[in-house]
């Protein structure tokens, strides 16, 4: 049975601190050529040819202009190609990488995995410049990819690494995996900023998952994207929170962002709405302890926002000057 949300949000910000032809290329990416006399690896990545333009670094980062681009960054994401940590001598090695929207973007109903996984999560910056991408989809089921790499198939798809989903599915350090490892990792540059994304689905079809618009787990820094028209489809019949209910007790804490890990809050407006006194609104909103839906839910309650927000504006609408 498949249980839908449709969400729409025209320019709802959130803010934490915290194809040239795709199908038909059999050799899509080939990570490592190595041709030595001397056991010397010489690299064959040119991780560069999949966007319009850059080197991945803060200087020049990876173009985003065309529906080929999301799509080589969504799997080069799943295939770990931004996380590497396997061989020193790579060019890519214990890098974060750096990514811009240089241009709107329709998608035309393509369907990719989210950006980021348990496995490899997304450490980088995408900075969306006011950008929208648009008409997509991002699930965790194999069948629904109507083109992907030649080098994943039903086969070797690892659905035990993409329970968490949305646009992106895991931003951060996820579980510090990366101590230890070849990626010096820092938080202020694993960033998203200034992103919009409308007209498009999350779907996941795992038993156990979490889900975000935006973001399904966030350990770092978005903000400023705004989410328009989003339709949230949960497959599974009996879902339940992603790893036992040890990151959260819901499917999604927040909708646009399924989970925060520095467990922040939503807080209220300001104190004051054009000096009208908003005390009716509390210190902060938490979920799990103040809202009263039930099932799988932990949105936003939308009704009470609106009433609280509506007798500001009744109270305002009336004063002069």
């Known amino acids: 049975m498949r249980r839908s949300l449709t969400i729409k949000l025209l320019a709802g910000l959130v803010g934490f601190t915290a194809l040239a032809t795709l199908a038909g290329t059999a050799a899509w990416f080939i990570p490592t050529a190595t ?38 960054l969504a799997w080069l994401q799943y295939l770990g190609m931004f996380n590497k940590v396997d061989n020193p001598n790579s ?32 450490v980088g910056e995408l900075k969306g410049q006011n950008h929208i991408i648009s008409g997509f989809e991002t699930s965790n089921s194999f069948a629904d990819y109507n083109k992907r790499p030649a080098a994943v198939n039903s086969g070797n798809f690892k659905n035990n690494v993409v329970k968490i989903v949305g646009f992106f599915g895991v931003v951060g350090n996820y579980e510090n995996q990366f101590s230890g490892q ?78 925060s ?7 209220r407006y300001s104190d004051t709405v054009y000096n009208v006194s908003t005390t009716v609104l509390p210190d902060s909103f938490t979920v799990d302890e103040q809202s009263s839906s039930a099932g799988w839910g932990g949105s936003l309650d939308m009704v009470q926002m609106y009433n609280d927000l509506f007798s500001v504006w009744d109270t305002f609408s009336g004063a002069s000057g």
Do not use: C
């Not at 618009?213 to 028209?229: F, P, Q, S, Y």
């Not at 339940?240 to 007790?249: D, E, H, I, L, R």
């Open 35 to 72: 041709i030595n006399s001397a056991n010397t690896p010489i690299e064959g990545e040119t991780l560069g040819a999949y966007f319009a333009y850059g080197d991945g670094t803060a200087e020049q980062p990876y173009g985003i202009t065309k529906p080929r681009h999301v799509y080589n």
């Open 91 to 122: 060019p890519y090695y214990g890098r974060q990488f750096h990514f811009e929207v240089a241009a709107d973007v329709d998608m035309g109903g393509m369907v990719i995995p989210p950006i980021g996984t348990t496995e490899y999560p997304f």
């Open 182 to 259: 070849g990626i010096v990792y820092n938080n202020a540059v694993n960033t998203i900023n200034d992103l919009g994304l409308t007209d498009f689905t999350v779907t996941t079809v795992a038993s156990d998952t979490l889900i975000g618009m935006a973001a399904g787990w966030v350990g770092a820094t978005i903000n400023n994207i705004a989410v328009d028209t989003g339709t949230i489809n949960v497959e599974a019949a009996n879902a339940a929170a992603f790893n036992g209910g040890s990151v959260t007790k819901r499917l999604s804490d927040y909708s646009i962002v399924g989970y």
């Open 261 to 267: 890990a520095s467990k922040q809050k939503l807080h």
